[in-house]
C-alpha cells in the first residue's frame, strides 16, 4: 500500500507528522488489505486522531469509492492538515473536528475502525500544546483508550474490524484482557522494537477475521 504525499508548513504547528507507528500501522493494514475487503467489507471507514491524514487516505485510496471514510481530531490544524492530504491524493475524506466520539450518531455502523492514540506515559503539566496532547497519555499512556473503547460495542458493526496503536507501557496484554472482554476476538498482528520503543498494532473483530 502506497504511502500517501502529504505536506506540512507553518500552519501544521502541533499536529503529529508521520514516524514509525504511522508507517507499522500503514504496513499492519496492507498485510490485512485482502481480508478486509473480502471479510470486512467495509463501507463506513473511521479514524479517530488522523493527524497527517495518510492512514485513511491510505485506506480511502485501496477502497475507492466503496466506503465512507471519516477522520476525527480534536485539534484543527490536524484536520486542515487531513483534508489537504487527502486532497493533495485525490481521495474523498469527511473530516470532523471531534474530541473523539462525543455527538457522533454513529451506532452499529463502523466496519473498519482505526486507532493511533496518544499513548506515551507522562504527567498532565507535561501537556502544553496541541502537540503535547498529539503524544502524551497521561500515567500509563492510555487516558484516551480507556475513555474510547468502551464505546465500541455500540459502535462497530458486526463485520467490524479494528486496530490500535500502543506501546510496551501501555500494557498490551491487558488492553486485549479489556476488549476480548467486550465480545471482540483480539490479537498483535505487529510488533516493532526501536529505539526506547516497543510498537504494537492491536487487532480486534467480531470474528470475521482470525
Known amino acids: 500500500m502506497e ?24 504496513d499492519a ?34 477502497l475507492n469509492s466503496s466506503a465512507l471514510c471519516f477522520a476525527i481530531d480534536i485539534n484543527p490544524a490536524a484536520c486542515k492538515i487531513t483534508s489537504e492530504t487527502a486532497f493533495l491524493n485525490s481521495v474523498t475524506v469527511e473530516v470532523l473536528r471531534s474530541d473523539l466520539i462525543n455527538g457522533l450518531k454513529l451506532e452499529g455502523i463502523i466496519d473498519l475502525f482505526i486507532f493511533n492514540p496518544p499513548y506515551i506515559p507522562s504527567c498532565e503539566d ?11 497519555g497521561s500515567s500509563q499512556g492510555r487516558s484516551l483508550i480507556d475513555r474510547l473503547f468502551p464505546e465500541l460495542p455500540r459502535l462497530m458493526s458486526k463485520r467490524c474490524v479494528g486496530y490500535l496503536v500502543a506501546i510496551e507501557e501501555n500494557n498490551p496484554d491487558e488492553i486485549i484482557k479489556i476488549i476480548s472482554s467486550m465480545g471482540f476476538d483480539c490479537l498483535i498482528v505487529s510488533l516493532k522494537k526501536i529505539i526506547g520503543e516497543k510498537l504494537y498494532i492491536i487487532r480486534f473483530s467480531k470474528g470475521i477475521i482470525k
Open 3 to 26: 504511502t500517501p504525499l502529504w505536506k506540512f508548513d507553518e500552519t501544521t504547528d502541533g499536529v503529529y507528522e508521520p514516524r514509525e507507528d504511522s508507517f507499522l500501522l500503514l
Open 29 to 62: 493494514l496492507e498485510a490485512d488489505l485482502k481480508l478486509i475487503k473480502e471479510k470486512c467489507c467495509p463501507t463506513i471507514v473511521l479514524e479517530v486522531g488522523s493527524g497527517s491524514g495518510i492512514i485513511i487516505s491510505a485506506i480511502s485510496r485501496q
Open 126 to 136: 507535561e501537556m502544553f500544546g496541541m502537540l503535547d496532547k498529539a503524544w502524551a
